[in-house]
């Protein structure tokens, strides 16, 4: 699975930001999907994932209630709506597939096996 990210940019504290990832592959529909993020000076953190079904979801304590993750199986593409951004969110987005067909849904980046290339979020104070 190849993964394109897309939609970051700079918004204000307490604004939203869609993030899509696109996928190639007729796989996409069995592969459990995930968002991590990066800040400068910081190792990569989970933010969310969806199962392959879309029946399941887990997010990071710092954006539950804030943050949803989607998926059109349709479409081969993944979101993440982001609302209320804190500044503390600033980071570079990454998208994820997971390692394995119809696996478990986890949380570690190990877990996932193909990753896009980052889209940048900057959110002012």
């Known amino acids: 699975v190849q993964l394109q990210a897309s939609g970051g940019g700079l918004v204000q504290a307490g604004g939203s930001l869609r993030l899509s990832c696109a996928a190639s592959?007729?796989?996409?529909?069995?592969?459990?999907m995930g968002w991590f993020r990066q800040a400068p000076g910081k190792e990569r953190e989970f933010v969310a994932a969806?199962?392959?079904?879309?029946?399941?979801?887990s997010y990071a304590d710092s954006v539950k209630g804030r943050f949803t993750i989607s998926r059109d199986n349709n479409k081969n593409t993944v979101y993440l709506q982001m609302n209320r951004l804190k500044p503390e969110d600033t980071a570079v987005y990454y998208c994820?597939?997971?390692?394995?067909?119809?696996?478990?849904?986890?949380?570690?980046?190990?877990?996932?096996?193909?990753w896009g290339q980052g889209t940048q979020v900057t959110v002012s104070s």
């Open positions: 592959g007729r796989t996409f529909s069995r592969y459990n």
């Open positions: 994820a597939a997971g390692r394995q067909m119809f696996g478990v849904l986890r949380s570690t980046s190990g877990d996932f096996g193909s």
């Open positions: 969806i199962s392959w079904s879309g029946g399941s979801t």
